[in-house]
């Protein structure tokens, strides 16, 4: 599967789906998902999670760029 980055924020604050992301439970889907750091250009590997937001269940794969700054990828359709 090919993921495409969506957004990076801080630990804590990062919106996605429209919502602070960090606010809900993600669940590990027990995957793992080669992205491409858009900054540096090269390949990272990074955890496949699903979360519900007002009944609807988004995957995404997220992971940490630095120190408290992570990277979140949505899959592409």
Known sequence: ????????????????????IFRYSWRDCGETAAVIDPHHGVEKRFHVYEVIIEGQVHRFAAGEFSNGVFGFYLPET
């Open 1 to 20: 599967m090919k993921w495409t980055f969506e957004i990076a924020g801080l630990d804590g604050d990062c919106r996605l789906f429209g919502v602070n």
